[in-house]
């Protein structure tokens, strides 16, 4: 039987030791934490669990096999590396780490010690993503026009990190995962609305080859919460709504059909073709439920997972960049080409 110690058990952490404490042939033997009052529901939840606010006890617990890491950003690249020389795989939660740098670091070292590198990127594993890289794949959306993502709420404020890490990197990986292309470059705005923090809202665009465009709006402030994603192409359109309770996915048959060439643009007629909405039905398995039994079946099989260290590098290399952007105003960086040192 695989054995599991989460550390943190803060906003995520419960999440993680309830899904894994319902994997079949999984238990989770230890649950680490700084504060003891976060420990306390754990011993009364699940009094089989060993808990510790020493976490270095964790880290070195020689019947752990994995670790899964729930803690701030600025901890990530510690935690997971002591984790990785004590010979255990590691699921760390998004993004898997603060800089460039470290993210390479960390994969090296799982690739070294041939060792299980996840990153918690949940929403690759919702039935809706899934079935929106399969539209892709299939080609039903011919060729792509733009990706457009608003992801807001009122709160939760972060102190380590903005909210591009915070919000953002949930659609990164999204787009990276659905997609399966680097942009060249990216350009962000954005603004702290309270002194001295972090950028509360902000605007992200990331340029693609053959003019596909794609944006994301990130905000703290907002009134209202909205996690919606439109996906634009020649054939059909993709409507993406995370809230909604059953039709999470919408596939649109409409678009516009260009008469014309380059050379005679201005003649050029434009034809709208409206058709029928269809929802095509999705898994509504609890995405972090499939991801924890991913992360078991990946270091049973030796197999690299969706969600690896790699995927984890690709997004914070397009954090960092749009950091960079956004620290010179809006200014285009090209993510490829960024130093590690970032």
């Not at 399966?180 to 923090?197: K, S």
């Not at 509360?200 to 905000?219: G, I, K, P, Q, W």
């Not at 919606?228 to 054939?235: D, K, P, Q, S, V």
């Not at 924890?292 to 290399?317: K, M, Q, S, Y």
Request: aromatic share 8%; with cysteine.
């Amino acid at each position: 039987m695989m054995s599991i110690g989460v550390i943190g058990y803060g906003y995520w952490g419960p999440n993680l030791v309830r899904n894994f404490a319902e994997l079949p042939n999984v238990r989770v033997g230890m649950v680490a934490d700084l504060r003891p009052e976060r420990l306390a529901p754990v011993s009364d939840r699940y009094p089989g669990i060993a808990v510790t606010t020493d976490i270095g006890a964790l880290l070195t617990a020689p019947r752990l096999d994995a670790v899964a890491i729930a803690t701030p950003v600025y901890t990530h690249f510690e935690l997971a590396m002591q984790a990785l020389r004590a010979g255990k795989h590691v699921l760390v939660t998004k993004p898997l780490a603060a800089t460039v740098a470290d993210a390479e670091r960390l994969v090296d070292e799982a690739v070294r010690r041939q060792l299980v590198l996840m990153v918690d990127h949940t929403f690759i594993y919702t039935g809706a993503v899934r079935k929106i890289r399969e539209l892709i794949d299939a080609g039903r959306l011919g060729q792509l026009y733009y990706y457009d993502s608003v992801r807001v709420n009122l709160g939760l404020f972060q102190h380590d990190v903005n909210v591009l890490w915070d919000l953002a990197a949930h659609d990164l990986s999204i787009m990276d995962y659905v997609l399966g292309r680097t942009p060249h470059a990216v350009a962000a705005t954005g603004v702290a609305h309270v002194a001295g923090q972090v950028e509360s809202m902000a605007y992200l665009t990331c340029f693609f080859e053959d003019r596909f465009l794609a944006h994301f709006h990130v905000n703290w402030l907002a009134p209202v919460k909205i996690r919606r994603t439109m996906i634009g192409g020649a054939a059909q359109m993709i409507v993406y709504d995370d809230l909604e309770p059953s039709e999470k996915l919408k596939v649109y048959d409409r678009g516009v059909t260009l008469n014309g060439n380059d050379e005679s643009i201005y003649r050029a007629l434009v034809g709208y073709r409206t058709g029928d909405m269809w929802a095509p039905q999705v898994d509504l398995t609890e995405a972090l439920h499939i991801e924890a039994a991913h992360f078991v079946r990946c270091i049973e099989d030796a197999t690299p997972p969706l969600t690896d260290g790699a995927a984890g590098l690709r997004v914070v290399r397009l954090l960092a960049a749009a950091t960079e952007s956004l620290n010179a105003h809006g200014r285009p960086v090209d993510p490829r080409t960024l130093a590690p040192s970032v």
